[in-house]
C-alpha cells in the first residue's frame, strides 16, 4: 500500500511560472489537504476538499488553486509562482468518522522558487 | 479560532518520562485535540488524539484537564529515535467531519533525546 505518494520530490522554479504539485491516494480518504511548512512557522493549512467535487480556502490560499476532480487526485497549482512560495508542500488526507480525524502525510515536496 | 502555543525546544535522556504541554485557551466546544510526530524530511505522523480526560495508546497518553484550555501529551521511557518535532493540533471536525478551514498547526516543540 503505498499511502500517500506526491511528485516532485522537490524543484527548481523561475518566478512567474505555473506549476502544479501533485498528490495522489490510495486510501479512499474523503478528506484531502494541502499544507506548506516554512522554518519558524509550523505548518500551514492552504487548501482542503470534504470530498471529490469540494474544495475550501485553508489559513494561507492566496496565490494558490486546487481541483478535486476524483477520490485520489488533490493537485495544487501556483500560477504564477513568487520567492514568498519557496517551502515544502505536503499533501495529506484523511477517513473522517465522526469521532477522529487522522491525517495520513505524504513525503512532500520541496519547492525552491527563484 | 483556536490557536496552540508549546514550548520551542525540550531536552531529555533515554529511558525518561516527557511531558510537553500544549496552551489552546480558545479552544471551541467541537474541537479536538491532537498531536503528531514529524522527523526531518519527512511528513507528520500522527501519535494520539482526545477530546476530554485521559486517553492512552500503545506510543503515549494524552492529558486533558476539564476545562480544556491545555493538554499534556506524555511520552513514557523516551529512546533516541524519539527525537523530533511534536505538533499540537486543534481541529473542529465540522458538521460534516473531515477537513475545514479551522485546522491550526501549532509551531511544534522539537524534542531533543540524548543518550
Known amino acids: 500500500i503505498a499511502g500517500i505518494t506526491q511528485a516532485p520530490t522537490s524543484q527548481i522554479l523561475a518566478a512567474g511560472r505555473r506549476m502544479t504539485l501533485r498528490c495522489t491516494q490510495d486510501m479512499r480518504h474523503n478528506a484531502m489537504y494541502w499544507y506548506r511548512q516554512d522554518l519558524g512557522l509550523g505548518l500551514r493549512l492552504i487548501h482542503y476538499s470534504n470530498t471529490a467535487g469540494t474544495t475550501g480556502k485553508g489559513e494561507v490560499p492566496d496565490g494558490y488553486s486546487v481541483s478535486r476532480a476524483n477520490t485520489d487526485d488533490f493537485p495544487l497549482t501556483l500560477a504564477s509562482a513568487v520567492p514568498s512560495q519557496t517551502s515544502v508542500y505536503f499533501c495529506?488526507?484523511?477517513?473522517?468518522?465522526?469521532?477522529?480525524?487522522?491525517?495520513?502525510f505524504g513525503p512532500g515536496t520541496r519547492l525552491t522558487v527563484l | 479560532l483556536a490557536k496552540t502555543t508549546q514550548p520551542i525546544s525540550m531536552d531529555s535522556y533515554e529511558g525518561q518520562e516527557v511531558n510537553i504541554t500544549c496552551s489552546h485557551n480558545n479552544i471551541a466546544t467541537n474541537d479536538y485535540i491532537t498531536w503528531y510526530q514529524q522527523f526531518p524530511s519527512q511528513g507528520p505522523r500522527f501519535i494520539i488524539q482526545?477530546?476530554?480526560t485521559k486517553v492512552t495508546n500503545e506510543v503515549a497518553s494524552l492529558f486533558i484537564p476539564a476545562d480544556r484550555k491545555s493538554s499534556t501529551l506524555s511520552l513514557p521511557r523516551v529512546s533516541l529515535s524519539d527525537t523530533a518535532v511534536y505538533y499540537c493540533l486543534v481541529g473542529d471536525m465540522g458538521d460534516y467531519g473531515g477537513a475545514t478551514n479551522k485546522l491550526i498547526f501549532g509551531t511544534g516543540t522539537l524534542l531533543a533525546v540524548q543518550p
Open positions: 495529506a488526507s484523511s477517513e473522517w468518522d465522526r469521532r477522529t480525524d487522522t491525517q495520513y
Open positions: 482526545g477530546y476530554k
